[in-house]
């Protein structure tokens, strides 16, 4: 039987999940190189303070890092796998990738290591517990609270899936949660690597059967959506307080293959049918039908969470000194309130950003080249959000949030997103030349654990939805705040309402192509012109009606008085005809 369905079947010691990089013990024990006490590696750069577990992979432990003066956890590889050259070479090379992650979801790895036959991964420490232990002290979860949990899961994960990193062994065992209640996830694309090396651990099978998505299970090829399968799983767990499949391993893996999981309904009938529906999407058998991407996951999950809100009941009754309850809680209304300010509030530039067409893409090209017209677009998009010192919030489905400490950061992003776009369509890589809409907005918004929240959120978005395909649109606090408006030019285009805004904001465009920059020139040069010339046009408009008026008011009347005075003459000559004598 698999008793312990989150640990790996492959780990060495009962209580030692592979990858614990976490601290469950105040007492230091030092120790230097390898995990054995007396050895020291050669650059002296870290010292073993004790062993923090023993896993299929290796050894970790904690240590401290001598230059930096800092904790690190170091998993020191099997000498079977530090042995084997091809591994070894790929392993350098997944090192480098995994090396540039940069998300608060996942574990920072910092250093690769060799030293003679000893090679050590060096990790960021996380002080805290693995999600796995959390789970069994606290037994089943509420969906509200098993929500914000699988919201920092899955945008992280959608992170790692867009710069192309496949985790294949996602299971609350390689999850740490830090005191703070971040959660973090760790051993990305180590089991693909460990894979080529099947034949040095006989008897190790890689992977966690209870989390194994059915194309593992059949020695299919992993994907993105094999991550999103163990997620479901995990979010099972976390409500159900239990797996969908118990059994030994051929039980288990031939479960995960044909049968279908109990609905989450039959097991507690108050969870939500819509919840209940999600993770059975998730837990498609075919990958085809499951949920597609992981920002969807995150997306549909944010309508089970519940943020923490103080509540304080305040009695209508009079104390004995004659103060009134009211006028202390608005004294600690009034500290809170600060402290919020402090703590929470903060500005920032936020930007979103937009594939136009991906719809039509997919009826033309269809499904698969849309997935990969995405994550080639999430691919640029993610990369120059990092690159210019950005925070990718979330994607969402083909757009993106992300925020930045300064605005001149946002707009090189912007401008190097659209440039890198421009090239990805320039080298013909999709059929149908792909453009991407973007907004900027500066102003106070509301941190909370990996997202944020506020009016300058809602606004940046409405500006993407403003900027036409292939424009940057930014607002005039972006504009004022940035550093160097020569960097990249920008300029008023116009005052509008946005969706859903009452008032009206002033709008900059940047060019970010200095083609555009030439174009816009002599555009701008035209208007001024028209301008003159309309002005012109009303100025001789305006002359001809007062020459007009001139002419009614002194002209007219003297021809009025000709015309009286002929017909006058007339009368009075007729009437002076003398008649016929009579006979």
């Not at 001598?66 to 790929?90: F, P, Y």
């Not at 299970?217 to 976390?238: F, H, N, P, Q, W």
Request: charged share 30%.
């Amino acid at each position: 039987m698999l008793e312990n369905e989150d640990n790996s079947t492959g780990k060495s010691g009962p209580d030692a999940p592979d990858g614990t990089i976490m601290d469950s013990q105040d007492t230091e024990v030092t120790m230097a190189g390898g995990g054995d006490a007396g050895k020291s590696n050669a650059s002296s750069r870290y010292t073993i303070k004790k062993t923090l577990g023993k896993g299929a992979m290796g050894v970790v432990s904690l240590a401290t890092d001598n230059v930096l003066e800092r904790d690190v956890a170091i998993k020191e590889l099997h000498a079977s796998l530090s042995h084997d050259t091809d591994l070894m070479h790929r392993f350098r090379r997944e090192a480098k990738v995994l090396a540039k992650m940069a998300h608060p979801g996942v574990v920072q790895i910092f250093d690769f290591v060799e030293d003679g036959d000893a090679v050590w991964i060096v990790m960021e420490f996380v002080k805290g517990m693995e999600l796995a232990d959390y789970l069994k002290e606290r037994g089943p979860l509420s969906v509200k609270e098993a929500a914000p949990l699988g919201i920092q899961l899955a945008e992280a994960l959608a992170y790692t899936h867009s710069l192309d990193i496949i985790h294949r062994d996602f299971k609350p065992a390689n999850v740490l949660l830090s005191e703070t209640g971040a959660l973090k996830i760790m051993d990305f694309g180590l089991a693909k690597l460990v894979q080529s090396a099947q034949h040095t651990m006989a008897g190790t099978i890689l992977g966690t059967p209870s989390y194994m998505s059915p194309e593992q299970a059949e020695g299919k090829t992993a994907d993105a959506r094999s991550d999103i399968y163990a997620l479901g799983v995990v979010l099972y767990k976390m409500v159900a307080g239990k797996v969908p499949f118990t059994g030994d391993l051929a039980s288990v893996l031939a479960q995960h293959i044909s049968k279908p999981p109990v609905p989450l309904r039959q097991i507690n009938p108050s969870i939500p049918e819509s919840f209940d529906e999600l993770i059975l999407s998730m837990l498609e058998k075919k990958p085809a039908k499951r949920v597609q991407d992981m920002a969807d996951v995150a997306e549909s999950l944010r309508a089970y969470e519940e943020y923490a809100s103080g509540q304080t009941v305040v009695s209508d009754r009079a104390t004995v000194e004659g103060e009134s309850e009211l006028d202390e809680f608005l004294d600690k209304r009034q500290d809170m309130d600060r402290e919020f300010e402090e703590r929470f509030k903060k500005v920032l530039t936020v930007m979103f950003t937009d594939l136009k067409g991906s719809t039509t893409i997919a009826e033309k090209e269809g499904d698969l080249s849309s997935r990969i017209l995405i994550k080639d677009h999430n691919k640029i998009v993610s990369t120059n959000i990092r690159d210019n010192n950005g925070v990718l919030v979330k994607t969402m489905g083909d757009g993106t949030m992300s925020h930045f400490s300064k605005a001149q950061d946002a707009l090189r992003a912007a401008a190097a997103i659209q440039k890198g776009m421009e090239e990805y369509n320039i080298q013909k890589k999709s059929k149908v030349p792909i453009l991407i809409r973007i907004g900027l907005h500066t102003g106070n918004v509301i941190i909370e654990k990996h997202d944020i929240f506020g009016d300058v959120v809602n606004t940046a978005s409405r500006f993407e939805s403003s900027a036409n395909p292939g424009e940057i649109q930014l607002s005039e606090d972006t504009f004022n705040a940035l550093d160097d408006k020569a960097e990249i030019f920008c300029r008023y285009i116009k005052s509008a309402k946005l969706k859903g805004k009452s008032e009206a904001f002033n709008i900059y465009k940047a060019f970010w192509d200095e083609k555009e920059i030439e174009r816009d020139i002599p555009v701008q040069d035209e208007a001024q012109e028209k301008k003159k010339s309309s002005r012109l046009v009303l100025a001789g408009l305006v002359i001809s009606v007062i020459i007009v008026i001139i002419l009614a008011v002194f002209v007219a009347p003297k021809f009025t008085e000709k015309d009286t005075g002929g017909e006058r003459r007339s009368i009075e000559h007729s009437v002076t005809v003398p008649e016929k004598p009579s006979r």
